[in-house]
């Protein structure tokens, strides 16, 4: 056991924070990185920390992210360190992230001398949350220096001792948009003087899932959901407002265009007949994650000096949205998975749910990769 990255994990999972709203977070972060003595910069995008061991030997960098945020989750958890924000939870494992990516840095900073290249850990913001923390520090040059970007997730299908990896595309585009349908409130007994904004959304949810089913090929992986709906303040009154917040993944760029066109012509058209009006916002879009085949090969390569051969399994690309995608589309990254999964202790539970949690020995084993990964490549 990693008793550092335990102790920092579980501080973490106790103080969850949303999006770039990160006080308490942050200030462990800064507590730690003064405590070790490495130089930092929160100049990268919002709320956001860039942490450098060897700030002097600029001829070759490698670059570890870890993500920070948590999700708005009630935890149903009964542990010691459960979440003390009502409806905030870790359910994610970006406190594992964290916690990890802390303890690496604190031993590669006590070897420090021995390490020939600079390393450099971005703590990023808002990675469940738009717009895309990542993106903003993309966007202030945070990659303009970093050689190579590597970055793991915590995966509650794989065993605790177990990691997985994938060459290649590894998930899915994320598009995050809301759709808002303006009618005109009546009340119920003139119900012909109004326009009925939640018939208009009902109408585009059961149009929209018949793109989906009819238009997109079986073989095309695609999912569309409607996450949340709000409309109306009485039961007898029209509703003259009614928006809902969707998303969309999908393994192909051309796919996402034509769906998010499509969503855009048939709200216009319901609300057109309807009488109404119709608003599109596009709040997030994430990249699919490109894991370079040539540092994928590395870090397997340092997962099976860890962990052993045998223990070393293929991922299989999946549906899930990360921004670490605007990161190494600027230069050759990998996203590995590290498993956590423990039947015996029933940590068994999926992600972005109010009963996830991790198997705790599993921290040590993504510390000793990042630190395989450095040494072995440093030159």
């Known amino acids: 056991m990693n008793e550092y990255a335990q102790k920092i994990r579980r501080e973490l999972h106790r103080n969850p924070e949303i999006g770039f709203d990160l006080p308490k977070t942050l200030a462990t972060l800064r507590r730690e990185l003064d405590e070790v003595g490495v130089e930092y910069t929160e100049k990268f995008g919002k709320s956001g920390i860039v942490a450098t061991i060897n700030p002097e030997k600029s001829h070759f960098t490698i670059g570890i992210r870890a993500d920070m945020d948590a999700l708005p989750i009630l935890e149903k958890n009964d542990v010691p360190y459960k979440s003390q924000c009502d409806g905030k939870m870790h359910a994610c494992g970006h406190d ?143 509703c003259d407002e009614c928006s809902m917040f969707c998303t969309l993944r999908t393994h192909t760029d051309e796919t996402a265009e034509y769906v998010l066109n499509k969503v855009k012509k048939i709200c216009e058209a319901i609300a057109e007949t309807a009488g109404g009006s119709f608003e599109y916002e596009h709040k997030k879009h994430y990249p699919v994650v490109y894991n370079d085949p040539t540092v994928t090969e590395l870090i397997r390569a340092a997962a099976a000096a860890v962990v052993g051969e045998e223990n070393v399994i293929e991922s299989r690309r999946g549906m899930g949205g990360e921004d670490f995608s605007y990161f190494a589309n600027e230069k050759p990254g990998t996203m590995f998975h590290l498993g956590i999964r423990s039947e015996e202790r029933g940590i068994v539970h999926k992600l972005h749910t109010d009963l996830f949690d991790l198997e705790e020995e599993a921290l040590d084993v993504g510390v000793k990769i990042f630190k395989k990964f450095v040494l072995d490549n440093m030159k």
């Open 96 to 238: 594992a992230h964290t916690a990890i990516a802390l303890a690496t840095l604190k031993e590669l900073n006590e070897m420090r001398d021995e390490i020939s290249c600079r390393v450099k850990f971005i703590f990023q913001p808002a990675e469940e949350y738009a717009p895309s923390g990542a993106k903003l520090m993309a966007e202030d040059g945070v990659m303009k220096d970093i050689d190579v970007i590597v970055a793991l997730h915590v995966e509650p299908s794989i065993d605790a001792g177990k990691v997985g990896v994938i060459s290649g595309y590894r998930n899915a585009t994320s598009d995050g948009f809301t759709l808002t349908f303006r009618g005109k409130s009546a009340h119920v007994a003139e119900q012909q003087h109004g326009t009925d904004a939640i018939m208009m959304a009902v109408r585009a949810y059961t149009d929209l899932e018949f793109v989906i089913a009819k238009e997109i090929s079986a073989r095309e992986p695609i999912i569309f959901n409607v996450g949340s709906i709000h409309g109306g303040v009485a039961n007898n009154v029209i």
